[in-house]
């Protein structure tokens, strides 16, 4: 469907200077593994059908992760195909013909969701990772970060989403639901991802968040005694992080307190990796509060999120590998 030189595919011209939307649509159109993504979901994608043919696959697959870059509703995805040229390059639609509406935008997230394919394309796009050597399986890092939720009672039901609970951090409560995520320790990338309410601690995700094959394992403070709790694999070392109060002691302790407040910021070093993924979700692509009601929805947005922070983090890597 679409041309081989991206800069064709995109309508851009070397003779004008380039956005930097432009820039980032025309790097994630040579990353994504389009043909492989397609190819995960066309069984459950109809052929055909009588009336009005669908949108092809691909064109709604775009569409879809459009969305996700750019933070858009349904309607706003839609009316965005009317108001920038440049979203209706990229999903290969020209100016003079049908532009999928709201409503055709929302089925196929349904789709998505119904099959669990956004976890699914996780999956597959790590095994893409993998392929090229840019996820290794010796050591991983966990964490987790809150989403907020709306709290307002104003809609339909009169009442807050039921499956999102209140959480301290600090001082502050926060009302929502948290992503917990298992990245490789020496690239960051993501490579398993669970969603619970807000109210769920670290602790318990923190073997759910293992891929199998780890010799170690990184994490911050909340997550002492981890390595007791059951499920804990004896084949696995955790380097968790001591806490605030006890490594503030150390300033006292001599040159054992010099060489332990060492290794504490050698772990800080490798743990900070997991922080990489919640940056590019939350400043790169704006997703700072859920947007639908229930964890199972806003779970596969998640998972689909970190896929694609997973080929924005290895882009120079992937493009590389393509010239």
């Known amino acids: 469907m679409k041309s081989s030189n991206p800069q064709a595919s995109l309508g851009l011209s070397l003779s004008v200077r380039k ?16 043909s492989r993504l397609v190819d995960l979901i066309a069984p459950h994608y109809p052929a055909g059908r009588t009336g009005r043919p669908p949108f092809e696959l691909e064109t709604m697959l775009r569409t879809h992760f459009l969305q996700q870059w750019f933070n858009l509703s349904d309607p706003a995805m839609e009316e965005a195909f009317f108001d920038t040229p440049l979203y209706r390059e990229f999903v290969g639609l020209a100016d003079n013909v049908r532009l999928p509406d709201e409503t055709t935008i929302l089925r196929f997230r349904h789709r998505l969701e119904k099959h669990g ?38 809609n339909k039901d009169k009442a807050r989403d039921p499956e999102m609970h209140s959480s301290q951090k600090g001082n502050q409560w926060y009302f929502g639901m948290k992503a917990h995520i298992g990245v490789d320790a020496d690239s960051g990338l993501v490579h398993t991802v669970r969603c619970t309410s807000g109210n769920e601690h670290d602790i318990t995700q923190a073997h759910r968040l293992l891929h199998g094959h780890e010799k170690s394992v990184w994490a911050d403070a909340g997550y002492q005694g981890v390595e007791k709790r059951p499920g804990a694999d004896p084949a696995v070392t955790w380097y968790v992080a001591m806490r605030p109060g006890k490594r503030k002691a150390l300033k006292q302790a001599g040159e054992m307190g010099e060489l332990l407040d060492k290794a504490e910021k050698f772990k800080a070093g490798i743990r900070a990796k997991v922080e990489h993924p919640f940056r590019v979700i939350k400043r790169q692509f ?36 393509q010239a």
Do not use: C
């Open 19 to 34: 956005t930097r939307k432009a820039t980032f649509l025309e790097q994630m159109d040579r990353v994504v593994p389009w």
């Open 286 to 321: 704006g997703y700072m509060k859920t947007r639908y009601r229930g964890l199972k929805k806003n779970a596969a947005q998640i998972a689909t999120l970190f896929a694609l922070s997973n080929l924005w983090m290895a882009r120079h890597n992937l493009m590389g590998a």
């Open 117 to 154: 394919l956004a976890t699914q394309m996780l999956a597959e796009i790590n095994t893409i990772l993998l392929e090229r050597g840019l996820m290794l399986k010796e050591g991983s890092a966990v964490d987790a970060t809150l989403i907020a939720a709306p709290s307002s009672t104003k």
